[in-house]
């Protein structure tokens, strides 16, 4: 099972960035999918997260209304669309999944994990 992260960068604050994470080894097309992030020094937390279908998703507070999380069953591949960037977005996203259909905002409930993709949100 592979999870690959990539589409982090250098953003000022209120641009936008899109995430994508692609995956292998896995029945992505029967599985939850979420995006977590993870300051240094700090714990991971919640982002996202994406039913099997993308009929339902589930968002943290603070990205509610600027984060968009898709998911292309096609593809094998999530997505994080990330609009009016803040500063404190800044830190190093991660997609996770596991063999199941529920979602869920615990690290604890995922078993793979994608390499991290870092944002950097500028004043």
């Known amino acids: 099972v592979q999870l690959q992260a990539s589409g982090g960068g250098l953003v000022q604050a209120g641009g936008s960035l899109r995430l994508s994470c692609t995956t292998s080894?896995?029945?992505?097309?029967?599985?939850?999918i979420s995006w977590f992030r993870q300051v240094p020094g700090k714990e991971r937390v919640f982002v996202a997260a994406?039913?099997?279908?993308?009929?339902?998703?589930d968002y943290a507070d603070s990205v509610k209304g600027r984060f968009t999380i898709s998911k292309d069953n096609a593809k094998n591949t999530v997505y994080l669309q990330m609009n009016t960037l803040k500063p404190g977005d800044t830190a190093v996203y991660y997609c996770?999944?596991?063999?199941?259909?529920?979602?869920?905002?615990?690290?604890?409930?995922?078993?793979?994990w994608g390499q991290g993709t870092y944002v950097t949100v500028s004043s």
């Open positions: 996770a999944a596991d063999r199941t259909a529920t979602m869920s905002r615990e690290t604890y409930d995922y078993t793979y």
């Open positions: 080894g896995l029945p992505f097309g029967s599985i939850a």
């Open positions: 994406s039913s099997w279908n993308g009929g339902s998703t």
